[in-house]
C-alpha cells in the first residue's frame, strides 16, 4: 500500500478560531493489503472529506515494509490510528467502522458543530 | 516413557528436545530445561518471581549458551526492568548492546486506546518478529501477556488472537516463556494454559506461621518424565535457585580416611575418629558441652588447615567465641584466617527451604570440609515435625553428596535422651550422646558413643570434664557402688585409695608377726639345742665318768686278785660277756 500523503486543506475557515488552528496529523498504521487495513483506510479518508474542515494530514504506515517502526510507535494491534498531532496522542484501533467513536476518539472539531 | 516395543519399533524412544534454562536447580527437576521450541508458561501470584525467572532465562541462554533473546515486557518498562535485574548482576544494556538481547516495552493504556471496529494484534507479531530476526533469537519470553486484556476491550479478538500467536510462535521455532498472573482456582486468570499446553510451571509464594516460603512445582509437562514436587527456591542475589530433592540419592562417594574430633580421647573411644564425610550427631540435654564439643571439631578441622562453616542458630559468632575460649579454645584466629566462617540467624527468621537454600548457598560458596549445625532442634521452630524431618533428610544428603563431614547438635529433652525429636537417627553415622549424670546433689556430664557405623567404637561411658584447661574424658567409676561421676568418683576413689592403704597395713603387720613369731621359734631351737647340748656333755660326762670308775674297778679288782692271788682267767671270761 502506497498511499501517498494527502493532504487536503480546508476550503475555507468559517468557525471563529481561537487560537491558531493547529494541523490533524493523523497516521494510520497497517500490515499489508489487508481486507481490514483497506477497510480502514477507506472509512479514514470518507470520515476526513465528511467531517473535518480543519487540515489534516494522513499518512499511512505499512508495518509490513517497516518492521522496525512497530517497536518505536508503540504499536500492538493493527490497524491502528494515531493522533500524532495536536498533542496529546491519541491512539483509534480497529478498522473504523464507526464513525462516531472515531471522531470521539480523535478528540476533533467537526463540521457539524 | 515405557512404550510397548512391539508394535512401535520403529517409534525409538525419543526425548523431547529441551532447551536447558540455565538456572540452577530447574533443568534438574524438568530433566534438561524447557521444551525446546515451545511454549512455557509461568504462572504465580504477585510477587513470587515470575519475571526474573523469565529473565533469567534469557539472560542464561545468551550467556550459558549462546541463545540470543527477545524479552517483551507488558508491564515494567525496560529502565525498569534493567535496574529491577540489575541486582542479580544482569546487565540488560550490555547484552542489548552486544545485538544479544532485546527489550521492548509493549505500553496498552486503556483510556488512551479508542477501539472501533475489527482489529487484530498484528502489530504485536511484527513487532516481536523483527525482533526475534534482528537478533536470531532463540528464546522468547513474554511477561505478563494478560496485560492485554487490561488494555484492550475485545476479549473475543484477543483470545483469538492469543491462539494465533502461540502457533506462530511454534512456527518461529523459539523456545518462549509467557508468564501470567494465578488467578482465583484457577491457574492462570485468563486461562492461558487453555493455549500453553506443553509445559506448566507453577511459582507459590506461600506464607506460614510468618515465614514465607517460594515454591515451584511443574504442573505439566508433557511428553517427558519430571520431578512432581514441590521444590522450594531461592532468589537472591545471583538469581534463582531451585533445590531438587531428586538430585540426591545415596550414590556418594565414601571416604575411610578417619579425621579427629579435637579431643584425643574421643577419638580414641571412636577407634581412631571420625570418618570423613560422615555425619556426626551430637545430642545430649541442656549444659551438657554439645556447643562445646562442636567447637572443638570445628578447631581441630581449622587445624589441619581445612576449612569449616558453623551455623549457629542460638549464640551469635562473638558469643560463641568468648565463651569458648573459657575452655581454652580460641576460635578468633581462624575467623581472622578465613577459615572457619560462622552464620548466626534466627531460625525463624526464614523459612525452613530458604534455611536449606541459604545454607546450600553458604557450603558453595565458603567449600568448607566440615559442617556444624548448632542446633538442628531449633528448625522445629521454623516448621512442623515432618517438614523439618524432610528439610533435614535433604540437608545431610546434600553434605554427604559434597563429601562434607556434618557435625549436627540436637537438644534432647530428659526423657528421651536415645531419640531425637527429628527422628534423625537413622542417617546419622555417627552419634555421640552427652548426658547429665545426677548423682549424690550433683550433675556432671557423661559422654558415650551411642552408635558409630563402621567403627569398633567404645562402648563405655565416660565421664566428660569442662575446665578452664579444655575438654577433658575421664573414666567414670565402676564398682560394686555402680557408676559414679564427679566428686562421688573422686570421694569413691579416695575411698579405695585407703581401703588399699588399710589392706597393705594389715597384710605389713601380719607380715612382721610371722617374722616375730619365726624369729622367737628360732630362738627358742637354738635354746633347746643349748639344752640338748648341755644335756650331751652331761651324759658324755656321765659315760666317761662310769668308766673311769669301771677302770678303776678294774684296777682296784685287779690289784685285789693280785693281792689275794686269784684266778685271772675265770674273771677275764666275765668282763668280755660284758
Known amino acids: ?113 | 516413557m515405557a512404550r510397548p516395543q512391539r508394535k512401535f519399533s520403529t517409534l525409538k524412544k525419543q526425548e523431547l528436545a529441551k532447551t536447558p534454562t540455565g538456572i540452577e536447580g530447574l533443568d534438574e527437576i524438568t530433566k534438561g530445561g524447557v521444551p525446546k521450541g515451545r511454549p512455557t508458561l509461568v504462572c504465580g501470584s504477585a510477587g513470587c518471581g515470575k519475571t526474573l525467572l523469565a529473565m533469567e532465562f534469557l539472560v542464561r541462554g545468551i550467556t550459558m549458551y549462546n541463545e540470543p533473546g527477545v524479552f517483551f515486557a507488558f508491564e515494567e518498562s525496560s529502565k525498569e526492568l534493567g535496574e529491577n535485574v540489575k541486582s542479580l548482576g544482569f546487565d540488560l544494556k550490555k547484552l542489548e548492546a552486544q545485538k544479544k538481547l532485546v527489550v521492548d516495552h509493549v505500553h496498552l493504556e486503556r483510556s488512551e486506546i479508542e477501539e472501533t471496529g475489527e482489529y487484530d494484534l498484528e502489530g504485536l507479531f511484527i513487532r516481536l518478529g523483527y525482533a526475534i530476526d534482528t537478533i536470531k533469537a532463540k528464546r522468547v519470553v513474554l511477561d505478563t501477556l494478560e496485560t492485554l486484556f487490561g488494555g484492550l476491550k475485545n476479549e473475543a479478538i484477543l483470545r483469538s488472537e492469543l491462539r494465533r500467536l502461540f502457533s506462530w510462535l511454534k512456527e518461529k521455532g523459539v523456545t518462549a516463556i509467557i508468564t501470567a498472573e494465578r488467578g482465583e482456582g484457577t491457574l492462570t486468570r485468563q486461562g492461558l494454559e487453555e493455549y500453553v499446553s506443553d509445559c506448566v510451571i507453577l511459582l507459590d509464594h506461600r506464607v506460614n506461621e510468618q515465614t514465607s516460603t517460594r515454591r515451584m512445582r511443574i504442573v505439566k509437562y508433557r511428553g517427558t518424565s519430571h520431578g512432581t514436587n514441590e521444590y522450594p527456591f531461592l532468589i537472591d542475589e545471583e538469581g534463582f535457585s531451585v533445590i531438587p530433592i531428586t538430585s540426591m540419592g545415596l550414590a556418594h562417594k565414601v571416604s575411610t580416611e578417619r579425621i579427629s574430633t579435637g579431643v584425643p580421647r574421643l577419638d580414641a573411644m571412636l577407634d581412631g575418629g571420625i570418618y570423613r564425610g560422615s555425619s556426626v550427631l551430637l545430642s545430649g540435654t541442656a549444659g551438657s558441652g554439645k556447643s562445646s564439643l562442636s567447637a572443638h571439631l570445628a578447631a581441630a578441622a581449622c587445624q589441619r588447615n581445612e576449612r569449616c562453616l558453623y551455623l549457629a542458630f542460638e549464640e551469635s559468632p562473638a558469643q560463641i567465641i568468648r565463651n569458648m575460649r573459657s575452655i581454652n579454645l580460641d576460635l578468633e584466629p581462624w575467623v581472622k584466617k578465613g577459615t572457619l566462617q560462622f552464620i548466626s540467624t534466627r531460625p525463624y527468621f526464614y523459612g525452613l527451604e530458604m534455611h536449606l537454600a541459604m545454607i546450600h548457598k553458604y557450603v558453595k560458596d565458603h567449600k568448607p570440609s566440615l559442617v556444624v549445625i548448632d542446633p538442628i532442634s531449633n528448625f522445629l521452630d521454623a516448621g512442623t515435625l515432618a517438614e523439618a524431618n524432610a528439610m533435614l533428610v535433604r540437608l545431610v544428603d546434600f553434605l554427604k553428596a559434597e563429601g562434607i563431614t556434618a557435625v549436627f547438635v540436637t537438644l534432647t529433652s530428659g526423657a528421651a535422651k536415645e531419640q531425637t525429636d527429628e527422628g534423625l537417627s537413622s542417617l546419622i553415622d555417627t552419634w555421640i550422646l552427652l548426658r547429665d549424670i545426677e548423682l549424690g546433689g550433683e550433675r556432671n556430664r557423661g559422654i558415650y558413643v551411642l552408635k558409630a557405623r563402621g567403627t569398633a567404637h567404645s562402648n563405655q561411658i565416660r565421664e566428660f570434664l569442662l575446665s578452664s584447661k579444655g575438654i577433658d574424658i575421664q573414666d567414670v567409676y565402676i564398682g560394686p557402688e555402680g557408676v559414679l561421676t564427679g566428686s562421688m568418683r573422686i570421694a569413691q576413689e579416695a575411698k579405695t585409695r585407703q581401703n588399699q592403704e588399710v589392706k597393705s597395713q594389715e597384710s605389713e603387720r601380719k607380715r612382721r608377726e610371722l617374722d616375730s613369731k619365726r624369729k622367737i621359734l628360732e630362738a627358742r631351737i637354738l635354746a633347746l639345742e643349748a639344752e640338748f647340748e648341755t644335756d650331751a656333755h652331761e651324759t658324755q660326762a656321765l659315760l666317761d665318768n662310769d668308766r673311769v670308775n669301771e677302770e678303776l674297778r678294774v684296777s682296784n679288782e685287779k690289784e685285789m686278785r693280785t693281792s689275794r692271788k686269784g684266778d685271772i682267767v675265770n674273771n677275764k671270761k666275765r668282763s668280755a660277756k660284758k
Open chain 1, 1 to 113: 500500500m502506497k498511499t501517498p500523503k494527502k493532504t487536503a486543506a480546508a476550503k475555507k475557515e468559517t468557525a471563529p478560531k481561537k487560537k491558531k488552528a493547529e494541523k490533524l496529523l493523523l497516521t494510520l498504521y497497517v500490515a499489508g493489503e489487508t481486507p481490514k487495513s483497506l477497510r480502514a483506510l477507506e472509512n479514514l479518508e470518507r470520515l476526513c472529506e465528511e467531517h473535518l474542515k480543519d487540515g489534516y494530514e494522513i499518512e499511512v504506515i505499512d508495518l509490513s515494509k517497516n518492521p522496525a517502526l512497530a517497536k518505536k510507535h508503540e504499536i500492538v494491534a493493527l490497524p491502528t490510528l494515531v493522533r500524532q498531532l495536536p498533542h496529546p496522542i491519541r491512539k483509534i484501533i480497529g478498522d473504523l467502522s464507526n464513525v462516531e467513536r472515531t471522531l470521539v476518539g480523535l478528540q476533533v472539531n467537526t463540521l457539524s458543530n
